[in-house]
Nanobody, 124 residues
């Protein structure tokens, strides 16, 4: 099992920046990729960004490309999501995930471990 704990959410204004953190513990060696998803009220959970430890590459949803950056420290079992120029439509609960492999990265069902989420609210 891998345990994931997100932090860093909060209430910000449009145009502000925010950094989310995700701390992983447990059998972290059993995963080689991590990602961030988000879910807004009344909407489906959607992929935001993913990072591969073994391949050293990352990927982003089109809606956040150029504004969000995912980074991580494999040795420290930490992943961050740096969010810039936040918009009201970025308001959601943000979840950290861990998984093995890279296929179907944007599909929630392909991710094994999930954190409890952290709320991000962007006011206009």
């Amino acid at each position: 099992q891998v345990q994931l704990v997100e932090s860093g959410g909060g209430l910000v204004q449009a145009g502000d920046s925010l950094r989310l953190s995700c701390a992983a513990s447990g059998r972290t060696f059993s995963s080689n990729a991590m990602a961030w998803f988000r879910q807004a009220p009344g909407k489906e959970r959607e992929f935001v960004a993913g990072i591969s430890w073994t391949g050293g590459y990352d990927t982003y949803a089109d809606s956040v490309k150029g504004r969000f950056t995912i980074s991580g420290d494999n040795a420290a079992n930490m992943v961050w999501l740096h969010m810039r120029n936040l918009k009201p439509e970025d308001t959601a609960v943000y979840y950290c995930t861990a998984r093995v492999g890279w296929g179907y990265m944007m599909s929630p069902s392909a991710h094994t471990y999930w954190g409890q989420g952290t709320q991000v609210t962007v006011s206009s």
